[in-house]
């Protein structure tokens, strides 16, 4: 079975550190995508970065970058010089090749960014 | 290009009453999922379509749930009759036929059933 999971309900920041959501997942399918999303306090779903199974390198999208430990099934999610506009919801999703489009979810971890 | 659009965004109904919940997912997407959100159970699929197709609904929750997709730019939510515990927060999604390509959410309908 498929499974995401995201251990940190909640993670405070202090403005223009570093920080790091964790999130593991399960999967026997070789072929997989990673995801995550950012969903702020207005209720909106928005996509950060992506990482497939068999990409060499890590991925990175601005000031987001993905920890891919493939071999630990882990795929933390790192955002440098957090902004107070960093203070959201944020999901790892998961998407294998045998489940189809079939994505699933983890439960979340909230975000708190300091001043 | 619009995004996904949802109507409406916010539905208040009595128990027992028929709620329909609308999608209109982006041009040239060729999947569409319909989520629910809540507290306790968190982003859950309850659905999803490939090319107006259902293709795994094991995530409705019961009989009281039903989903359409007439065509490839609209899709329907139903519940009937609907119950408290229906109340959430009611995500369409859609994508293209890469499994790299990532989920495109619409605003989510915010369901009140008193």
């Known amino acids: 079975a498929q499974k995401i999971t995201q251990t940190q309900p909640g993670m405070f920041v202090q403005e223009k550190e570093a920080v790091t959501l964790d999130c593991t997942y399960d999967t026997s399918d070789p072929s997989y995508g990673l995801f995550w999303y950012k969903q702020p306090s207005s209720g909106e779903m928005i996509f950060l970065i992506y990482q497939g199974s068999y990409d060499q390198q890590n991925a990175t999208e601005g000031r987001y970058s993905l920890n891919f430990q493939k071999a630990r099934k882990s795929a933390n999610l790192v955002i440098s010089a957090s902004q107070l506009g960093d203070s959201a919801m944020y999901f790892c999703a998961m998407r294998a090749i045998t489940g189809g489009f079939k994505t699933i979810f983890g439960a979340g971890t909230r975000l708190f960014v300091k001043a | 290009d619009a995004g996904v659009i949802q109507s409406p965004r916010h539905e208040v109904t009595e128990m027992g009453q028929e709620v329909t919940l609308r999608c209109k997912p982006i041009?040239?997407?060729?999947?569409l999922f319909w989520y629910r959100q809540t507290m306790m159970r968190g982003l859950e699929l309850l659905i999803y379509f490939n090319n107006n197709v259902p293709i795994d609904d094991s995530g409705m929750p019961e009989d009281r749930f039903s989903a359409k997709m007439p065509n490839a730019s609209f899709s329907t939510l139903k519940i009937q009759p609907s119950e408290p515990r229906d109340s959430a927060v009611y995500f369409c999604?859609?994508?293209?036929?890469?499994?790299?390509?990532?989920?495109?959410f619409g605003p989510g309908t915010r369901l009140t059933v008193t």
């Open positions: 041009s040239g997407h060729d999947y």
């Open positions: 999604a859609s994508t293209r036929d890469l499994p790299s390509y990532e989920q495109y």
